[in-house]
């Protein structure tokens, strides 16, 4: 299994950028498909953006689509979100998960990580 640890957040202004890591330990790190997640408060966990265990296929949420590009660094154990033109509307607590090759379901995640955007 693998253990995940976000970092990064913080509170920024709208139009703001910062970038989310998530560092993987305790197993093969390129053997897992890695996501991105969020959950607003008094909402549910939405999807933000996926990427393939080689980093070949990535797929984002509409909402983030053109502004958030997810990345992965293998060597290093490390997933990345950038999250750029920042608006009030992505503020979330932002979860990293990951999900071995072979199963359907993201089994793995991360605490989180709380993005804070003022207008």
């Known amino acids: 299994q693998v253990q995940l640890v976000e970092s990064g957040g913080g509170l920024v202004q709208a139009g703001d950028s910062l970038r989310l890591s998530c560092a993987a330990s305790?197993?093969?790190?390129?053997?897992?498909?890695m996501g991105w997640f969020r959950q607003a408060p008094g909402k549910e966990r939405q999807f933000v953006a996926a990427?393939?265990?080689?980093?070949?296929?990535?797929g984002y949420a509409d909402s983030v689509k053109g502004r958030f590009t997810i990345s992965r660094d293998n060597a290093k154990n490390t997933m990345y979100l950038q999250m750029n033109s920042l608006k009030p509307e992505d503020t979330a607590v932002y979860y990293c998960?990951?999900?071995?090759?072979?199963?359907?379901?993201?089994?793995?995640w991360g605490q989180g990580t709380q993005v804070t955007v003022s207008s």
């Open positions: 998960a990951a999900r071995y090759r072979t199963s359907l379901t993201y089994d793995y």
């Open positions: 305790g197993d093969t790190f390129s053997r897992y498909a």
């Open positions: 990427l393939s265990w080689s980093g070949s296929n990535t």
